[in-house]
């Protein structure tokens, strides 16, 4: 069964700060990565994706992906108090997208 | 507007009922999902459909049902033989036939057991 693990937290962080999410996964054969932000009781909502190796930068935000280690992360750079939320990897092989649990991001002004 | 639309918002279900979760999209988009979502949890896949009239299983579609007579509609039927429906049920859409695409979710359903 295809795995996506994440750290459940909560990650706290002050105000300004930079906060790094981790995520693993275990099918090889996946092709792309995506990273959600889910406020309590609200939908999903997609902050970034990552397709190759290396770094992609949107903002505040940076994806991190490196296919040998099966290893994506997102870094939050001058984190405010409203990125507070949980985050969650998804990533997709061929045919669905396989979520992990989501680590809580708290970030305190 | 363009987007997914769930409804209803909130849904209280008696024991032993069969309810029905619309989910409806405009985005013309081919595949469509269904997840649950339980407190502290991430979501797990129900049933997804890449096409018109055709669907799998997701890895817990046991007490759920599905169709997709239309390429714009995806209801999931949550049946009495699911024993702990309680949770929050999110419907999802994505272009298909290439793996570089985001999905985008729906406002979600919640529905509890009364």
């Known amino acids: 069964q295809k795995e996506v693990e994440q750290n459940s937290g909560p990650l706290s962080v002050p105000e300004g700060a930079i906060a790094s999410l981790n995520c693993t996964y275990s099918d090889r054969g996946s092709q792309s990565f995506f990273w959600y932000r889910q406020y309590s009781g609200k939908s999903p909502e997609l902050i970034m994706f990552?397709?190759?190796?290396g770094d992609k930068e949107d903002g505040r935000f940076t994806a991190q992906l490196n296919k040998a280690s099966q290893y994506v992360s997102l870094l939050i750079r001058d984190s405010q108090p409203s990125d507070s939320a949980t985050y969650l990897c998804?990533?997709?092989?061929?045919?669905?997208?396989?979520f992990g649990k989501g680590t809580m991001l708290l970030v305190s002004p | 507007d363009g987007g997914i639309t769930q409804s209803p918002k909130y849904l209280f279900r008696k024991e032993g009922q069969n309810v029905t979760l619309s989910c409806e999209q405009n985005l013309n988009h081919d595949a469509m999902y269904w997840y649950r979502q339980d407190p502290g949890q991430g979501l797990r896949l129900i049933y997804y459909s890449q096409i018109v009239n055709d669907f799998q299983k997701g890895d817990i579609a046991e007490g759920y049902s599905v169709s997709r007579e239309k390429k714009e509609s995806f209801p999931l039927t949550v049946t009495s033989a699911q024993k702990n429906p309680t949770a929050f049920y999110l419907c999802?859409?994505?272009?298909?036939?290439?793996?570089?695409?985001?999905?985008?979710f729906g406002q979600g359903t919640r529905l509890t057991v009364v």
């Open positions: 999802a859409t994505q272009t298909s036939g290439s793996a570089n695409t985001e999905a985008f």
């Open positions: 990552i397709y190759s190796n």
């Open positions: 998804a990533v997709k092989g061929y045919s669905t997208l396989t």
